[in-house]
């Protein structure tokens, strides 16, 4: 099931002024490139933690087969742009939309498909995250700044731990496969 980031968020829930407040750094550029680059990287950690996309970004999943029942990843699923199956000799079939249906994180199809190549046969197109930047819960915006912060104090070092407070705060959103 790899997935292929199309579009990545336009905006971070964290901004560059956010972070220096959170860390007390004084005003002045010395550190802005460095913290833009951990604003990122601590909203990625994030979302792979909770396994969410937080701010609206495109992604397509590719399949090699489906029953007809596609469980989408990275909730919350905002929307589905196009599902496409591939023929073995790579001709490319767009679904039409009434062919399926969305049920939570679920793409439903109305016949499971057959023929297709063996590998990456399906190509789901989807929109994923709870919107724009100031849309993702404060919380999920707090425990980024926790995480720029740990980025920050160990800045350079190799495997710097997800701060408790940064994990108590986003065990909420985590989503668990049971």
Do not use: C
Not at 4 to 13: N, R
Not at 63 to 68: A, E, H, K, V, W
């Amino acid at each position: 099931m790899p997935l292929e980031l199309i579009a990545a968020p336009a905006a971070e829930p964290v901004t560059l002024d956010q972070a220096k407040a959170w860390l007390r750094v004084e005003s002045g550029n010395d550190e802005d490139a460095l913290l833009s680059a951990l604003i990122p990287a601590a909203r990625a950690r994030a979302e792979w933690h909770t396994g969410r996309a937080f701010v609206s970004q495109r992604w397509t999943l590719w399949l090699d087969r489906s029953d007809g029942r596609i469980e989408l990843p990275l909730p919350p699923l905002q929307s589905i742009e196009s599902v496409t199956f591939y023929a073995p000799d790579g001709a490319a079939s767009v679904l039409e939309s009434n062919a399926y249906a969305v049920g939570g994180q679920y793409l439903l199809l109305d016949t499971p498909p057959a023929g297709l190549r063996a590998a990456n046969g399906i190509a789901v197109a989807f929109t994923a995250g709870y919107g724009e930047a100031s849309d993702v819960p404060p919380a999920i915006s707090q425990a980024i700044l926790a995480l720029v912060a740990a980025l920050y104090e160990h800045r350079g070092g190799d495997g710097v731990p997800t701060p408790d407070n940064a994990l108590a705060l986003l065990a909420p959103y985590r989503t668990i496969k049971l």
